[in-house]
């Protein structure tokens, strides 16, 4: 029964699951590999210098530990947490351990967390680990990880420690070969606007916030000891071709048309946002219309009262008596936007690379025939 | 006593207050409430008038009496348990006595009993002798009688000294008494003394038994009251019956001694009656007088018997030598109805006493006119028996009903000059004047619709489940024919709306009865002339169906209230479709327009309208029209209250809901248990057609995200089905359907045809049906179709061209139907392919889109609705109003519209160079 059920939520992910277990002992190989290219990819949107922290360099266990972590843990759409571990060099981040945090159910409600964090962290020093607290991880469903949730705790992170980062590891994405690890900070300007926590259509608009600059990606480069490099060297030599080119799958529609349905229901959350921010904007004018009005019926009135030498009405508080309606928070439209942005990315990335190697196939296939 | 009969004529009551010495109590003051007044007439022969005192007084002395007799035979026990009984009797009459002073016999005995006991208790010898019971009572007799009689110390004392006197009287009495009796020989034609003494002492002694069973009920709250019930009882039923009881329930020998002559009596008290009448009516001249010569014997005679006995007899409704004339029973009637529906009122001797005076209006030939009177009365008292409507009739109360309804038709059929009608006035009734049409009041129709209510209120008391409830369905047959006669009455005499009022009976009676004959002959039609006589016999009697469409038409074309016509068009509609009349039943739904406007029907109306929707979905189903039974059941499935809405059963989930008045009111809604629409039937054809709807469906919208579920029930069952954590071989109906459903997803009609249609399901369902296998006939190819259906819609992506001839052999369908179905779907664009003619093949046109494409698709439309709203947004930004995109946008078709205009303008004017 309980495979049934599980099988039936999450149709897609099994395969994926089984492959980035195998992934598990040799992707270290590609992504130290490809630190480069990991490091290119991460652009930097929001890399406009004044970030404390222009690159993040990630210790290799700590990305082993990270996967192995979701591997354990994370089931379909459940995400899994931890705390990342390091210190800051000159303007790199060096995330060199980490350790998970427990997933919690409904029973254990009394579970303290920051305790835990304390004790842990406490007893990692005492085995001489770095213990200072740089920031978090999550792994994340076909990519969508930006919420409120984590831009709440994104922002309290980046609040107590400046150049603290959340790394998102994308395990399906990993597991169709390529690791997917990215590490993002919050943009200053959006600190500055959760700082005020006043998400009004007005305020946003004054800090001059869009989806695209709300979080910034961080470079990163994975780095390990020179022994782990060689033994790598040697692993790769001996494994069999075949167990590394997950990469060349040509399978390509589960994956497609799971990131078309979640993509659909953001536009869908997004279109009713928008019928929000319409009524809104109907009311608030409507309001106005009235308030007009009544300015103009209030004027005559003077204006009579004043050709028979009455004294004119006392002003009245207008505010009181068209109370404008709560305009709706804008932040959730902007992280839809910025999720809707990321499948986006996703979708674009995802197919540019199908293309390619369903051209390459055609290729070999006319060589073939 | 005087009082039960009150009312009696005055020179009669009068003669008998100063004839008797004993009469006590005023007769007047209790007119007003004597609920149940019997003839003025009456005379002082037939009835005693007995005043309470009377009453007391016999009890008294028939206690003493039986003291007396323990005395001489020395059974000290039976005198102890007798004084005790006198000593209770006594406190009971102390209001009587304590008017009239202590009556000497009472003394007598006390004194005697005393002195008695005292010679016994010298007598040592004798003491010795005696068994223990009886010394051991003689002791606690003997202090019982001393501590007594101190309280009547004086009286005895006075006795002890004058004892003649008091003897004198007695014997004086005695005297007295046999006179009476001696003249009554001569009146009642030879009615031995004897007989007579022994009814004497009967009678009291049965007035005092009934007097104390009354004691008993708590809410007897005055002697009077009591003393008037007594008299009801004792006047209605029959004699012989109250001297059995009597007999069996008064331990007395004496009690038994009289039994065999009084019922000798009896009989000859009617005949004397009988006799009587006769001769009264032989002069009727003189018949003031004879009444009065009578009172005025009855008179002495009552005299003579003082404050004793009394005649126990029959109770009469006629006092002995009047006429029975018309008058006289309506008056009698009259009197016995006043009463009805008064607190109090006997109702079970109402109806005896109507129905002693049926008789006796028969005996006498009073006319039917009368009898048809009586009768009327009679049912309506047999229905008024019980005073809860709620509750239902005694089936006894209700066959004894029926017979009377049948022989007041007997009597209508016999006599047509009689008029019978509600609206006759009681004022303008002629019960007797041959000359002239008789007319009665009373609604022959009436009594039948109650009759006919009670009938279905029995059944819906009854339990569905037992022999009980199949004999009383038998007498659902005596109910049509009874129906049927006063149809047959009314046609000829009754107002057109009686009529459609009995047909509407009649229908009900009908419309749910599916009429085999008809069905066989349909099936085999007449062959020879020969053996179709034969059958002519067999089939006596129209069909249902054309018995049907007179009534219903007459109805249609001459009713004006809205319900009948309501009631015959949804029976006529049941009918038909539970006949396969398939399109008549439809067509007569479509244009009765019913569906408007019956939620403003009256449940019960309502209850009609949902069996005939059932009904005419399961005809649907029948003739393999699944869409169509689908729409008829959905209303009904859907709600899952199919039991409470077509009045089958109530639901346990409301039951809180409701206050036990709402409750009652739906159980009385209830259909009784043989108009049930199986339930399971219904349920199983509603799934079966919603599959062979659904799953074609679901196959062909797999994809599409905006499909909508046919049926919410049939996926709620596919859902539970899914939902079962190990599926084993289906058990209920619903599995069936549910596994069948599975099977024909993959287009596997084979094991969808036996999930459905098993030796199980045949159990269940399908032998319900009256044409069974037609029906299965119809289901496997419906079930072959839509298989096919399914499996072109579902793997049409994997095919590039496919063989008929291929999908003939895997559906069993012969290819001409492979080939309908499939252009048919072609032209509805279900499936996108074109036939090859040549090779008799499919070839498909993938032009299906993908997964992708589809999600693709709806993405682009959610995309276009985003970009809508959003633009709206900018509009407001764009005005200071909300009107002003719109003002903006009519202005621009404005101008195109000018623009249009002038274009127009332009061309004439070209054409003009």
């Given at each position: ?298 004027q005559q009135e003077n204006m009579q009262r004043q050709s028979r030498g009455e004294p004119p009405l006392p002003e009245e508080d207008l505010s009181k008596l068209f109370k404008p309606p709560q305009p709706p928070a804008r932040m959730d439209s902007l992280l839809i936007a910025g999720q809707i942005n990321t499948y986006c990315q996703n979708i674009k990335e995802f197919t540019a690379q199908n293309l390619g190697k369903l051209f390459m196939a055609q290729a070999l296939q006319e060589y073939n025939n | 006593m005087s009082r ?24 007047g003051g209790n007119y007003g409430k004597q609920p149940l007044l019997l003839s003025e007439d009456e005379e002082d022969t037939k009835r005693v008038v007995r005043s309470a005192k009377d009453k007391r007084f016999e009890e008294l002395t028939n206690l003493i009496r039986t003291i007396r007799n323990a005395m001489k035979i020395r059974d000290v026990t039976k005198c102890l348990e007798e004084f005790e009984l006198l000593g209770k009797a006594y406190g009971k009459a102390k209001s009587i006595v304590d008017k009239e002073g ?812």
């Open positions: 029964m309980y495979s049934r059920h599980a099988q039936r939520i999450t149709p897609g992910n099994k395969p994926g699951k089984m492959a980035s277990r195998k992934e598990g002992t040799g992707s270290t190989a590609t992504s130290s590999s490809s630190t480069t290219g990991g490091a290119g990819k991460g652009k930097g949107k929001g890399g406009s210098g004044d970030s404390a922290v222009k690159q993040v360099q990630i210790d290799g266990l700590v990305v082993l530990k990270i996967i192995k972590h979701y591997q354990e843990e994370g089931q379909g759409t459940e995400v899994v947490q931890g705390v990342l571990l390091g210190l800051v060099v000159e303007d790199r981040l060096e995330i060199t351990n980490c350790f998970p945090f427990p997933q919690h159910t409904e029973d254990d409600a009394d579970f303290d967390e920051v305790q835990y964090q304390m004790e842990m962290m406490r007893s990692l020093r005492h085995v001489n680990i770095d213990h200072l607290h740089v920031g978090w991880y999550q792994s994340t469903y076909y990519g969508s990880f930006v919420t409120r949730a984590l831009l709440d705790s994104q922002f309290s992170y980046q609040h107590a420690i400046e150049e603290s980062v959340v790394l998102i590891y994308d395990p399906i994405k990993t597991a169709q070969g390529s690791l997917s690890l990215k590490a993002y900070r919050l943009t200053p300007k959006l600190m500055e606007v959760c700082k005020e926590k006043d998400f009004s259509p007005e305020a946003l608009k004054k800090a001059n916030i869009t989806f695209e600059y709300m979080f910034e990606e961080v470079p990163i480069v994975i780095k390990n000891s020179h022994l782990i490099n060689v033994l790598m060297w040697e692993l790769e030599k001996k494994s069999a071709v075949a167990d590394k080119h997950e990469l060349l799958s040509l399978a390509s529609s589960n994956h497609l048309g799971k990131n078309l349905q979640l993509l659909m229901d953001r536009v869908d959350e997004m279109s009713q946002d928008i019928v929000k921010y319409n009524t809104y904007m109907r009311n608030t004018s409507k309001q106005q219309q009235q308030k007009h009005q009544y300015q103009q019926r209030r | 039960f009969f009150t009312t009696g004529s005055d020179s009669e009551s009068e003669s008998s207050l100063s004839g008797e010495e004993l009469v006590t109590k005023p007769v202590v009556p000497r016999f009472y003394i007598r005995i006390l004194a005697d009993l005393e002195d008695y006991l005292n010679e016994l208790w010298e007598d040592k010898e004798g003491k010795k002798k005696m068994n223990k019971n009886n010394a051991k009572a003689l002791s606690t007799l003997r202090q019982k009688i001393r501590k007594y009689n101190r309280d009547f110390e004086s009286h005895i004392t006075s006795y002890k000294q004058n004892p003649e006197q008091s003897a004198d009287e007695d014997a004086e009495k005695n005297e007295e008494d046999s006179e009476g009796s001696s003249d009554e020989d001569e009146d009642e034609d030879g009615v031995s003394a004897a007989t007579f003494l022994k009814k004497k002492s009967e009678a009291p002694s049965g007035e005092s038994r009934k007097f104390l069973k009354k004691m008993d009920d708590e809410d007897e709250d005055s002697e009077d009251s009591e003393d008037d019930e007594d008299w009801d009882t004792g006047s209605t039923s029959s004699d012989s019956d109250s001297e059995e009881e009597e007999g069996k329930q008064t331990a007395l020998a004496s009690r038994f001694l009289k039994k065999a002559p009084t019922t000798d009596e009896d009989k000859k008290a009617a005949e004397k009656k009988r006799e009587d009448k006769a001769k009264k009516k032989h002069d009727r001249k003189s018949k003031r007088l004879d009444e009065e010569e009578e009172d005025n014997e009855g008179g002495e005679w009552e005299r003579v018997r003082g404050g004793v006995p009394l005649v126990k007899e029959k109770p009469k409704m006629f006092a002995k030598g009047t006429e029975i004339t018309h008058a006289v029973v309506i008056k009698k009637l009259n009197e016995i109805l006043q009463a009805r529906g008064k607190k109090g009122t006997d109702r079970a001797a109402q109806i005896e006493l109507l129905q002693l005076l049926v008789q006796i209006a028969a005996e006498n030939n009073l006319g039917e006119g009368v009898i048809v009177k009586i009768k009327f009365n009679i049912i309506a008292s047999l229905y008024d028996y019980n005073p809860n409507l709620a509750t239902y009739m005694k089936p006894e109360m209700w066959g004894k009903c029926l017979d009377c309804i049948n022989e007041l038709m007997d009597i209508l059929f016999a006599n047509p000059n009689i008029f019978v009608g509600e609206n006759i006035l009681e004022e303008s009734e002629n019960l007797h004047n041959a000359d002239q049409p008789l007319r009665v009041r009373g609604c022959i129709l009436t009594l039948v619709e109650r009759m006919d209510e009670e009938f279905t209120k029995i059944m819906q008391n009854t339990d569905p489940h037992s022999q009980e409830y199949v004999e009383h369905l038998k007498d659902e047959a005596q109910v049509c024919a009874i129906i049927e006669r006063v149809q047959r009455y009314l046609e000829e005499k009754g107002t057109t709306e009686e009529v459609c009022r009995i047909y509407l009976l009649r229908i009900l009676h009908t419309y749910y009865k599916f009429d085999y004959k008809a069905h066989q002959r349909q099936l085999t039609p007449p062959e020879g002339s020969s053996k179709s006589e034969q059958d002519q016999a067999e089939n006596e009697g129209e069909d249902s169906a054309v018995l049907m469409e007179r009534l219903c038409k007459y109805i249609y074309a001459k009713d004006r209230t809205d319900r009948i016509r309501t009631c015959a068009i949804l029976c006529h509609i049941y009918h038909h479709a539970l006949h396969s009349r398939w399109y008549q039943a439809r067509d007569l739904m479509l244009m009765s327009h019913l569906q408007d406007n019956i939620q403003h029907a009256d449940p019960p109306v309502q209850i009609l309208y949902n069996r005939t929707m059932v009904q005419l979905g399961i005809c649907a189903f029948r003739q393999g029209l699944t869409k169509d039974a689908h729409n008829a059941l959905l209303d009904i499935q859907s709600s899952g209250r199919a039991k409470e809405l077509l009045g089958q059963g109530l639901l346990l989930r409301s039951l809180q809901e409701r206050n036990q008045e709402q409750e009652k009111v739906e159980r009385r809604r209830q259909v009784p248990f043989h108009l049930h629409i199986n339930l399971e039937l219904l349920e199983c054809v509603y799934l079966v057609s919603a599959m062979l709807l659904e799953i074609p469906y679901m196959a062909a919208h797999e994809s599409d995200a905006r499909r909508r579920m046919i049926s919410k029930q049939f996926h709620h069952q596919l859902r539970v089905g899914e939902r079962q954590p190990l599926l084993g071989p289906p058990e209920s109906m619903r599995e069936h359907v549910v596994a069948a459903s599975k099977a024909m997803k993959m287009g596997d009609w084979k094991t969808c045809h036996s999930f459905i249609i098993n030796e199980k399901m045949n159990g269940k369902v399908w032998d319900l049906f009256p044409e069974a296998d037609k029906v299965r006939t119809m289901l496997v190819r419906k079930i072959q179709e839509e298989s096919l259906r399914t499996y072109l819609f579902t793997y049409s992506s994997v095919y590039d061209s496919i063989s008929m001839e291929t999908l003939s052999d895997m559906f069993e369908l012969d290819l001409p139907t492979v080939h309908s179905i499939i252009s048919k779907m072609i032209i509805n664009e279900e499936l996108m392919a074109s036939l090859d003619q040549p090779t008799q093949t499919v070839v498909m046109h993938r032009t299906e889109p993908t997964a992708q494409q589809n999600l693709a698709l709806q993405l682009a439309e959610k995309l276009g609705s985003l970009v809508e709203n959003n633009e709206r947004v900018f509009d407001h930004k764009q005005g200071t109003y909300g009107g002003y995109f719109r003002d903006q946008k009519d202005g621009y078709r404005k101008n195109e519209g000018y623009m249009r205009r002038g274009g127009y303008r332009q061309q004439p004017s070209q054409t003009a160079y």
